[in-house]
């Protein structure tokens, strides 16, 4: 990433511990971070943003969860292609499927997230 060519990221998470290290480890790599712990505030922020990447967590506050954001952005014409990675407590391999048919980039559990090791693979993803 170039200077002056912030690539900006959507953080879809309500762990708060996470949240924190995702957002220090981003930010020190140089992208811009915008937040979210609902669905409905994930699809508000992607209407009025540009949005480079997502980091969507799967079990959400306020009764939806990540895979009803992804239906909604893998619809829209607009969003579809933006690069998705989903974080589950659960490594259910029927949740991982619903994920991966809708064509996100990497599927973690929580227990399986080297901060370090995410951050160099978006970058690279990005560019």
Do not use: C
Request: hydrophobic fraction near 40%; proline fraction near 1%.
């Amino acid at each position: 990433m170039q200077k002056g060519d912030k690539k900006n990221i959507l953080l879809v998470e309500d762990d708060k511990l996470l949240l924190d290290g995702l957002i220090l480890n981003f930010e020190y790599a140089g992208f811009t971070i915008q937040v979210a712990e609902t669905v409905e505030e994930a699809v508000e922020l992607v209407e009025k943003n540009t949005i480079d990447f997502i980091w969507l967590d799967h079990y959400l506050i306020g009764g939806k969860t990540g895979l009803d954001f992804l239906k909604w952005l893998r619809e829209g014409e607009k969003h579809s292609s933006i690069p998705v990675y989903v974080v589950s407590q659960t490594s259910s391999e029927g949740v991982k499927d619903s994920y991966i048919q809708l064509g996100v980039e990497k599927f973690y559990t929580k227990l399986d997230v080297k901060m370090k090791e995410v951050v160099s693979e978006v970058k690279e993803l990005l560019g």
